[in-house]
């Protein structure tokens, strides 16, 4: 098939959402469909100093990149998507790919077969009469969530979606053969804890300061992050000699860190920021309710015992004692202890490691989850 995918993700950043959106569009033209990206031509955004987008992503050139001029002061995702639907409608697809409900809207004007995948709720006023219209028609072939707790949001709000929605959680690797773990410097042999995401609010920086203080025997890895939160989190956290802030590490790279590490660490809490548009730093919107953290695939995918906040959403994937550890959120002692339970079996940390990436390579991987979903939807039309 050929599949335009209509994305607002500023292409290159440092942003969940471009991750996900250029994954997706390697998995599913590895999958044999023709796959044509539209993303805004935002260049004050991008990320500095990268030629080759495909390269910083660590994805395969297996699908075309085209930049769409946008320069609307307000509306700018609205006035993207009309003009990202003009130029799809010219490729006549066999579907437009969305993360957006104005992307689904006009691509249902045009009579274009659409798919519309959500990762939270709808925002505003105009992108929920953007999904009343869509979700009614027939072009609007599937909406997919990333988790049941979305879903069933959805269905409350728009009960008559109930029969065109699926949840695909969010996926990752599997690692491919060759990557080889970073070398860290660690001559006292002490155990190795590695964080790897955003530094906003909510993502559980907090807890890892106090677990230094509880875990003097451990050296904590911090990975990712904003400029300016980057530079805050090394201010506030440079009294401690256990705490590395490695900072900012593209994409492709990402791996390298986490199979050097001993045990991985997702300490959100139970309000979590992310991502969102004009801040930079900081984070915003609260996604706890309903996430699907790309954060927690990799780890899987790199077969290391992981340590997870107890939240509802996170149960989805994650199962206690099988592979992975739940914990409480703001507990700090639940947090030391279960490190240092990793700490004392190795073997809990292989079984917890080996069933993770088991996960991933059957069931949590991009070229399954892009499969499943144009399954969902042959099987839809079936009935």
Not at 171 to 185: F, L, S, T
Request: charged share 25%.
């Amino acid at each position: 098939m050929k599949i335009v995918y209509i994305s607002y993700s500023i292409v290159p950043s440092r942003s969940a959402n471009s991750i996900h959106v250029m994954q997706m569009c390697q998995a599913m033209a590895l999958n044999g469909h023709q796959v044509v990206l539209l993303v805004p031509d935002k260049k004050s955004e991008w990320e500095k100093g990268i030629d080759d987008p495909y390269d910083f992503y660590g994805v395969k050139k297996c699908f075309e990149i085209k930049k769409v001029f946008c320069r609307s002061p307000k509306g700018k995702c609205l006035v993207f998507c009309m003009a990202a639907v003009f130029i799809a409608k010219k490729m006549k697809p066999d579907f437009v790919y969305t993360r957006h409900a104005a992307g689904s809207y006009f691509s249902s004007l045009f009579n274009i077969s659409n798919i519309f995948e959500s990762h939270e709720p709808l925002n505003n006023i105009l992108e929920r009469f953007f999904f009343r219209a869509t979700s009614r028609r027939r072009p609007m072939k599937r909406f997919i969530v990333v988790s049941e707790a979305l879903k069933k949001h959805y269905i409350e709000k728009y009960p008559w979606i109930e029969n065109r929605i699926s949840v695909f959680t969010d996926a990752a690797g599997p690692i491919g053969a060759g990557v080889e773990p970073v070398d860290i410097h660690n001559p006292e042999k002490r155990f190795l804890v590695g964080y790897a995401g955003h530094l906003y609010k909510g993502r559980g920086i907090e807890i890892i300061s106090r677990l230094a203080e509880l875990c003097p025997w451990a050296v904590f890895h911090i990975i990712g992050g904003m400029p300016d939160d980057i530079s805050h989190w090394q201010k506030r956290l440079s009294p401690f000699n256990n705490i590395v802030i490695c900072g900012y590490v593209p994409h492709k790279e990402i791996y390298r860190y986490l199979l050097s590490f001993d045990a991985l660490i997702a300490p959100y809490q139970e309000q979590v920021s992310v991502y969102g548009g004009k801040k930079k730093a900081g984070g915003s919107r609260d996604t706890a309710k309903w996430m699907s953290p790309l954060k927690i695939f990799e780890y899987m995918a790199a077969g290391k015992a992981i340590v997870a906040s107890d939240l509802p959403v996170l149960r989805e994937v994650l199962k206690h004692e099988f592979n992975a550890l739940f914990v409480s959120p703001d507990n700090a002692d639940a947090w030391e202890k279960a490190l240092s339970r990793l700490k004392g079996f190795p073997e809990l940390r292989e079984q917890l490691g080996a069933q993770a990436r088991n996960d991933i390579e059957k069931k949590y991987n991009w070229r399954q989850r892009a499969k499943n979903i144009f399954i969902s939807h042959e099987n839809s039309i079936n009935k």
